[in-house]
């Protein structure tokens, strides 16, 4: 069961980074529709960068999931009170 945790996780991880990006984009895009921001000025760059920020961050998280860790199957995961 373990495995379709894991890609249920991240699917649904996937799923709110999509969203967090797309509202990035769309409060963007009504702020400059409407003329109170320039499509280059200083908030413009900060939310690309934020969005950008979050993209790697998500990749970051993807790749730290998927990449088999190593097991020491010589340890339980218990340490034993001697």
């Known amino acids: 069961m373990l495995p379709w945790?894991?890609?249920?996780?991240l699917f649904i991880y996937?799923?709110?980074?999509?969203?967090?990006e797309t509202?990035?984009?769309?409060?963007?895009?009504f702020l400059q529709?409407?003329?109170t921001i320039a499509r280059i000025s200083t908030?413009?760059?900060f939310v690309n960068s934020l969005g950008l920020i979050v993209a790697l961050l998500g990749a970051f998280v993807?790749?730290?999931?998927?990449?088999p860790e190593h097991h020491?199957?010589?340890h339980d995961g218990y340490s034993s009170i001697e």
Not at 5 to 9: K, Q
Not at 14 to 20: E, K, N, Q, R
Not at 23 to 29: C, P, R, V
């Open 5 to 9: 945790h894991v890609f249920a996780g």
């Open 14 to 20: 996937g799923l709110s980074l999509a969203s967090t």
């Open 23 to 29: 509202g990035f984009l769309e409060k963007l895009t």
């Open 33 to 35: 529709n409407k003329g």
């Open 43 to 45: 908030e413009a760059m």
């Open 62 to 67: 993807f790749i730290a999931a998927i990449i």
């Open 72 to 74: 020491d199957d010589t």
